[in-house]
Each structure stands twice: as C-alpha cells, then as structure tokens.
C-alpha cells in the first residue's frame, strides 16, 4: 500500500490539487463520506486495485517441500528443526493443488516430521492422506512401515493388518531399498510388549473458573463491578464492593477472533488452537486447519467470502488490522437480517444520547456476541489526523474493491469499475463499516496470548466489547489470561469499593520509562496517562527497591519474610512450566495481600510475585510447547 499511496501522492501534486483535496477531506463528517469521497479520487487519479488470484501452485509447492527436506537432513536434528521442517511441508500442503502428486508427497514428508515428535496419531492421518492420493507405488512400503511404527507405539491392536499391506508393497521396491524397511520392519515387529515409547504430550487446560454472582448489565461480568461515565474517564468499570486479590471479574468469549498470519502453519485458523498436522482450504493457500469441522465451520462464518479477498490483501502485505476489519463487516453483515437492518441498527447507536449505554442491546444489556457493542466502542475519529483518515479510508477502499469484485457479498461479484461500486448504497455502506473498524481495532482490540517457553506471545488478535471498556494503568490492578475460546480477568490488587478497575496497555512502568510510554499511549491511544505511576516516575525495575527499605515499622519485616519464604521455590516452578502444586496461586496471592497492606509501592518484591502470578495463570491457558525428540 506504500507503493499505491506514493504514486496517489504525486498524482495529485503534480495535478496542483493536494491543497484542495485535504480541505475538502476535513469537511467530511461520516465513514460512508469518506469512503465515496476516496474512490472518486482513486478513479480520478486511475488508481485502480490489482486482483490477485491466488491458485494452487505445484511448483511452489515442490520448491517449498524441498526447503524442507533440507532441514530435516540436517545433523543433528533437534525439536526447533523438526518444526521449521514441519512448517514448510505444511506450506507446501497448502500450495499443493487437490487432487495431486504434489500434495501427497507433502502429506508423506511431514509424517515423517511428526513420528519424530511422537505424535503418532497425527502420523497416521497424514499417512492415510497421502495412500489416498496419487503417491508412487515405490514409495508406499516406507509409509506402511512408518505407520506399523506409529500403531506398535500406540499399542494399537490392528498393528498386524499393517504389517501384511508393508509386506505386500515391499515386493514393489528396489532390492536394496526393500532390504532396509524389510530389517527395520523386522526390528518393529520384534519389539517386545514392554517396549517403551516416548508418550505424546497433552497439556489440558484447567476448567474455566467461576464468577460468584453475575453482572445484570454485563453477563459475561461480576457484579463486583459497574459501568460508569463522566468526562474525566469516558466509559470506565468501578467496583461495586471489595474485590479481593484473584477474584475473577469477568470471563468474556470474543465477538471475534483471528489468527495471527505467522501461525497458519501451527494454528487452526477457526479455533486457534495448536495444529501439527493442519489441513489446507481447497481454494486459497492462507487458511488451514486442524480438521474438516473446523474447516466446514469457517467456511460457513466467513471463510467463503474472506478466501478469495485474503490473497489479494497479502499481495499487497495488509496487516492483521486490515484483514480483521473485513472479517469484522462479514460478520456483522451476516448477524443483520438484512444490509437495511444493519443500518438502522448503526444509527441507533450513533444517535444515542446516553454516552454510558452506548452499544448497549434493547433489553438494557451489553452484549459481548452482538455486534451493536463494537459500534459502540471509541473510534478517536474527531482526534485523528487528516493524513491518518486518509490513509485508512484508502485501505478501506481498496478491502472494498476486493470485497466488492471478488466475492458473493452483494449477490454475485460486481464488476471491476470504481464508477459502478460509487453508486451503490450497499457497497458505500459496508466500505463506511470497514473503515470504521480500521479506527476502532488500534484502539480497543486486544491480543490473544499464549505461553511459548518463557515468553508470552501474540496467538491471534480478538474483539472484546466488554475488556474494552477498562481504562489504562501503567501500573494494572488487574489481568488478563487468555484460555481456548474465552479470556478471563483476575484482580491483582485489593480493589476498594468505589476505585476503577485498570487494565495494561501494554506500557508498563516497570519495563518502558515514562516519556516513552507516554508518547507511544498518545500516538495510539489519544490520551495522557496520568496514573499514580506516571505522576511519581516509577523506576524502571532495576532501580526498583526492596521491601527492606521501604517498610516503616520493622516488625513488619519478619512477616513478609514469612509470606515470601516459599517464593524463590515457586520461581524455579513457574520457570520450568510445572504446576502441579495447586497451592501456589493462593500462596502467590497472599504474599500480594501482604505486601499490599505493609509496603508502599513501587517495590520490588510485589512486581515479582505479580510477575509470577501472571505466569502462573497463563501456564494454565493457551501454550505452544515443542515436543522433544
């Protein structure tokens, strides 16, 4: 999009027009404006999107298979080898066209990636996979035999059927090859019933908690907590009572949810879930999955109008940001009776006067699966800069155009004529939407984590009506932990009756100093952070201080000793990912009461034990962890 807003930019200096066509942008007032407003200026200035049709490609798919093969050559083999092997057998699954050789031999060769992980089960899927396509005779024995490895370590009781078809396709290879599976065939068969395999890993997570008693106005919520207006905070959450360290607020399903685009080789792109062995759409080479309900489901969502958009926007290297605001409109267009409906539906929600309820449903309810609530999340519009709207209503368009010409959305693809999309109400519509979506996702969509070794990472991104109502602390009072198809919000802090509940922005005060966090929370945010830690400059956490000089009485030393006795041993714990001690979060959570009660902040001791708990938390969520060889 550079290359496209770059050559729109010396179009219209070179017309004299940059001038007249800024003014005449800051004078318009609603998305849809802004949306017809820019496609007259890209048929103006021919600036005319590039359809890209993205097939199947066998010979992608051969070069990706042999990017593979030479890592998984490669000596010494390790687990992180394995993977990468892995993900691009999985890409070269994905570019392979149905029926084919190609994707046959790509099934067959991430087998081979998968016996070695120990994940056997998913080893004779793809086994099965490729004996169903058009695999070479030669090489079938190998897959027999690699399966009748799979089955003997899965004390499996049909091992000996298998064992019969490798023998019968071993008469079909060379001499020597046949001598070599025939001796390891041998070796498997051999095997004593004791023989020990290493087991296949599963990590369930634990059940979701519960929520004492439920919000009235917010279902998904505790009615430990209300929703509140004024013009200092804007919409914020207030505590209704006590609320003690741990206590759950809120579990909330997002309205939606996307993968990160580096994880579809990984990740079900419906469920998000781990998937070693994904299984590709038939169509387009971005969306797999972990199986064929998960396939069928997304299709039915809105895979079958994102499948030919999506290549076209990767063309053209749009971001997660762009591809879930079509998602986005999809679905709100397929929550609506109608497109009319859906209008009539906006403008309630801009017309309300109540800036409290905003979003809210008829019934007196904010919904977190209706799409209402998103409308009536912030956007900053009014804040944004007329460069900033441009730029975002050219990305909108262009969604617009692939959306328009594509896909099946407005009945059968419309032709590709900037003109004709201009004059249909509909189409400047769902753009007006789009765009929308492209001011309120900065600002209120939240990542959706996982545990990767030591670290949190991104899993996708989700739409959370509700968690976006929270305002911004540098220093949180409470978490957010992200499980399967939910996340949860745990109280860190004693809350008083009364105090705003404050999530992170991702601007910590311990990690990021305070000018710094300060400009990145304005530049995305629009707002100047003014929390306790911003006013007093908390250092950063190496200049934090301990307890030990921050007590006042020194009695008090001896009880945080106590408290903090088994910390250090809970460290080791959290570090190495075991938790099986289910005393340690109400451990971790006392230690905080303590602390709270006895020193003032900041102190280095409370980021630590906060540190751990979080970690503690989210080793009972999502996890990405590679087997071992």
């Known amino acids: ?50 359809v890209c049709d993205n ?19 490669s000596t010494p083999l390790k687990n992180y080898t394995c993977v990468e092997a892995l ?22 060769n991430r087998s081979a990636v998968l016996i070695k992980l120990h994940k056997y089960k998913l080893c004779i899927q793809d086994i099965d996979r490729t004996l169903a396509l058009a695999y070479p005779n030669n090489l079938r024995a190998k897959l027999y035999v690699r399966k009748v490895e799979c089955l003997n370590a899965l004390k499996n009781p049909n091992v000996e059927d298998t064992i019969k078809e490798a023998q019968y396709w071993l008469e079909k290879v060379s001499l020597d090859n046949r001598k070599k599976l025939n001796e390891k065939l041998k070796s498997i068969k051999n095997m004593l019933p004791s023989q020990k395999f290493k087991k296949e890993k599963f990590m369930k997570q634990a059940p979701l908690p519960k929520i004492k008693t439920h919000n009235i106005e917010v279902p998904c919520a505790s009615d430990a907590i209300t929703i509140k207006y004024n013009d200092k905070y804007g919409r914020h959450i207030v505590a209704t009572r006590k609320i003690n360290p741990g206590e759950v607020i809120a579990i909330e399903k997002p309205y939606s949810l996307i993968l990160t685009p580096d ?42 109008i994102e499948c030919a958009i999506f290549p076209s926007m990767l063309k053209m290297n749009f971001v997660k940001l762009d591809l879930f605001s079509l998602r986005l409109a999809i679905q709100a267009v397929r929550e609506a009776t109608s497109i009319q409906e859906l209008r009539k539906e906006l403008e309630e929600v801009d017309s309300c006067e109540d800036p409290r309820t905003k979003g809210f449903s008829k019934n007196g309810m904010f919904l977190s699966d209706k799409y209402r609530s998103l409308l009536g999340l912030i956007t900053n519009t009014e804040k944004r800069s007329v460069q900033d709207l441009f730029r975002r209503s050219l990305d909108a368009s262009f969604i617009l155009y692939f959306l328009a010409t594509c896909s099946n959305m407005f009945g059968n693809p419309l ?43 991104e899993r996708g991104i989700a739409a959370m009506p509700f968690f976006s109502l929270i305002n911004h602390s540098c220093n ?24 705003q509940l404050y999530d992170n922005y991702g601007q910590h005060y311990a ?43 020194k009695e008090d ?26 005393h340690i979060v109400d451990d971790l959570l006392k230690m905080i009461e303590v602390l709270y009660d006895l020193v003032p902040m900041p102190c280095a001791e409370m980021n630590n034990v906060v540190e751990t708990l979080k970690r503690v938390y989210d080793l009972n969520g999502n996890r990405f962890e590679i087997p071992d060889l």
């Open 415 to 457: 032709k590709k004529d900037l003109s004709v999309l201009i004059k249909n109400d509909n189409v400047i519509f769902v753009g007006g939407l789009i765009l929308r979506h492209q001011q309120l996702i900065p600002s209120n969509i939240h990542s959706f984590s996982e545990e990767c070794g030591l670290d949190a990472v």
């Open 557 to 582: 030393e001896s009880k945080i000793n106590h408290v903090l006795r088994k910390f250090n041993n809970y460290v080791d714990i959290a570090t190495e990912g075991n938790i099986s001690d289910k």
């Open 55 to 73: 097939k199947k490609d066998a010979k992608e798919s051969e070069k990706l298979r042999e990017q593979g093969n030479k890592i998984f050559i």
């Open 511 to 553: 990690i990021t100093p305070k000018e710094e966090r300060q400009k990145e929370l304005l530049k995305q945010y629009y707002f100047k952070c003014n929390c306790l830690a911003c006013q007093e400059d908390w250092p950063l956490y190496y200049n934090l201080k301990s307890f030990k000089s921050l007590i006042k009485k």
């Open 263 to 304: 994880n579809i080789y990984t990740h079900c792109s419906n469920c998000l879930e781990v998937s070693w062995a994904n299984i590709p759409c038939e169509y387009c080479t971005y969306a797999m999955y972990c199986s064929e309900e998960c396939k069928a489901m997304e299709w039915k969502k809105y895979h079958d």
């Open 476 to 499: 949180p009072n409470i978490l957010r932990h992200s499980r399967s198809n939910y996340m949860i919000i745990y109280v860190i802090y004693p809350i008083k009756k009364g105090e």
């Open 1 to 50: 999009m550079e290359k496209v807003l770059d050559a729109l930019n010396a179009k219209i200096i070179a017309a004299n027009k940059h001038q007249d066509l800024f003014l005449k942008y800051k004078t318009l007032h609603t998305d849809e404006d802004r949306i017809m407003f820019t496609l007259n200026v890209m048929l103006e200035y021919n600036i005319i999107p590039q």
């Open 87 to 108: 993900k691009l057998y999985t890409k070269s699954i994905a570019y392979a066209p149905y029926p084919s050789e190609q994707l046959a031999l790509a099934y067959a």
